[in-house]
Nanobody
Framework: QVQLVESGGGLVQAGDSLRLSCAAS????????MGWFRRVLGKDREFVAI????????SYADSVKGRFTISRDNAKNAVYLNMNSLKPEDTAVYYC???????????WGQGTQVTVSS
């Protein structure tokens, strides 16, 4: 199995920046995508950003496009989420996840809390 360890969450003010990190361990040979998702209190989990492992092609949710940047370090089996111009509505638990070439996200991190005050 793949284990994901996240870090970087915290409490910040609106307009601040934050960087989340996620490192994968275990059976990482089949990782094809790594992505970030978030769950706002009282809402369903939603897609934030995804990166293809080999080509670094990325995709973003409209709500974060232009403010968030996903990147990867294949040698470290790590993915990062740089968050700029944070808004109170970005407050959520953020999760990283991996998927094989099938696109099914089968491994998830424990989540890290990001809280943005106005």
């Amino acid at each position: 199995q793949v284990q994901l360890v996240e870090s970087g969450g915290g409490l910040v003010q609106a307009g601040d920046s934050l960087r989340l990190s996620c490192a994968a361990s275990g059976r990482t040979v089949d990782i094809y995508y790594m992505g970030w998702f978030r769950r706002v209190l009282g809402k369903d989990r939603e897609f934030v950003a995804i990166i293809r492992w080999s080509s670094a092609i990325t995709s973003y949710a409209d709500s974060v496009k232009g403010r968030f940047t996903i990147s990867r370090d294949n040698a470290k089996n790590a993915v990062y989420l740089n968050m700029n111009s944070l808004k109170p509505e970005d407050t959520a638990v953020y999760y990283c996840a991996t998927a094989p070439i099938s696109g099914r996200y089968e491994y998830w991190g424990q989540g890290t809390q990001v809280t943005v005050s106005s």
